[in-house]
């Protein structure tokens, strides 16, 4: 048979019980002040361990009310019987958990709450009379007395509901088992009987349905899958780039002091965020205005012919677009840890850093020059890359200097291409 094993709380609560036997059991006869204060302290320990941790609040008070009790008494017997009375409200609560589990905490929980409020109530007229005597007086008072019973009563009270109304559902439950039981045996026999007779038809039934939901699993796996596809290209401008929405474009400061004209078209360059991108981009902005729309919209998509063709790490390389009347821009991304003006960066440069910056700046262009060549036909590099005055990237801890994509197409076009 399966041992159950008990809760680790009513393990650790036992071990307590076992180290004052004489105080923790139901049956102990609490032969003075002494005692009850042992079990009170014991008990409001027990409630960090045990599920009914509103018992330490009480607890702790009803030890504080039997320290000032203690040391108000005359002798052990003096005020024995308000200490008993006192304590036994937490006995019973502490007896009625470990008997029956954490079930039956709860019925005791408004009682303990109400009880501690009272007993520092107690307290403080306790403190307020101060000496011996006067606490004495006091304790020996009838209402006090009738008070502390009426919360034993109220305890006990709650105790025996729960008794009533354990003892009641189990019952409840006995003879609805019994009833399902007796219910289920008369019924075996003929189940028993149709099954026999049934038994090969509902196979055949349950393979063919288990076919049937086999091929729309895997018709609405398939579903599911296009759908996906589906979406993730809705998120997609022509399968490349991001398509964005104006919401989730973060304008944060212009690259540049004024805008740039591309033939009828203004755009200007802005730094930003996008929503779910931790890193900053360049956003190109075209600035439309009365019947500049329809321009702007042909300039944006001429820019993206281009840019969406061209895969080159020292030409700029598109993060997303945003293709809304409203703002028509295309978003970049943005390489390098240090942005600094093009022209502030060539002031500050030394006579060999300077020919090193252009002969790195050749290289650069170089690089790129087949490509351009190849296309400076069909486009306008100017239009394309004419950000004047832009910030470059430089990381000052390589030797290797990446100046900003725009600078640089600008740079070459001027002396190798007709500028429009």
């Known amino acids: 048979m399966r041992r159950v094993l008990a809760p680790r709380w009513y393990i650790k609560l036992c071990v307590c019980g076992a180290a004052l036997v004489c105080v923790f059991s139901r049956s102990t006869t609490m032969s ?28 702790q008070c009803v030890v504080v009310v039997l320290e000032t009790i203690e040391s108000a008494a005359k002798n052990g017997k003096d005020l024995q019987e308000s200490a008993e009375s006192t304590v036994a409200t937490l006995v019973v609560v502490r007896d009625t958990v470990i008997a029956h589990g954490p079930t039956s905490a709860s019925c005791f929980k408004d009682i303990c709450l109400d009880f501690q409020t009272y007993l520092n109530d107690l307290l403080s007229k306790l403190n307020k009379e101060g000496k011996p005597s006067g606490i004495r007086r006091l304790l020996k008072a009838k209402k006090i007395s009738e008070d502390i019973g009426a919360y034993r009563q109220r305890v006990q009270m709650a105790k025996d509901n729960f008794l009533i109304r354990t003892t009641t559902m189990t019952r409840l439950v006995l003879s609805d088992v019994h009833d399902e039981v007796t219910t289920g045996f008369s019924n075996l026999t003929g189940s028993v009987v149709a099954s026999e007779r049934n038994i090969t038809s509902t196979i055949k039934d349950n393979i063919q349905e288990i076919r049937t939901w086999g091929a729309r699993q895997s018709e609405d796996m398939q579903n599911l899958s296009t759908r996906l596809q589906d979406s993730l290209r809705r998120g997609l401008y022509k399968g490349s780039v991001w398509d964005i929405i104006p919401g989730d474009i973060h304008i944060i400061a212009p690259v540049t002091r004024s805008s740039t004209k591309c033939r009828v078209v203004r755009y200007q360059d802005s730094y ?35 840019f969406m063709k061209q895969r080159h790490p020292n030409l700029p390389q598109i993060f997303g677009v945003c293709r809304s009347p409203d703002l028509p821009a295309i978003i970049f991304l943005l390489h390098g840890t240090t942005q600094v003006p093009y022209k502030h960066h060539l002031v ?67 002396s190798n291409c007709s500028i429009h």
């Open 32 to 59: 003075s002040i002494d005692s009850c204060l042992k079990i009170a302290k014991l008990t409001a320990a027990a409630g960090g361990m045990a599920p009914f941790p509103f018992i330490t609040g009480a607890a």
């Open 348 to 414: 500050g440069l030394s006579a060999t850093r300077f020919i090193q910056f252009f002969y790195e700046l050749y290289q650069d262009l170089q690089s790129v020059l087949e490509i351009l060549r190849m296309e400076s036909h069909r486009y306008s590099l100017y239009h394309v890359f004419g950000l004047k005055d832009n910030p470059m990237s430089t990381n000052m801890g390589n030797s290797c200097l990446e100046t900003h994509y725009a600078m640089l197409i600008t740079s070459w076009a001027r």
């Open 272 to 306: 930003c965020t996008i929503e779910n991108s931790d890193t900053r981009k360049v956003i190109r902005k075209y600035q439309t205005s009365g019947d500049n729309r329809e321009n702007a919209m042909k300039q944006l998509d001429h820019d993206l012919d281009f």
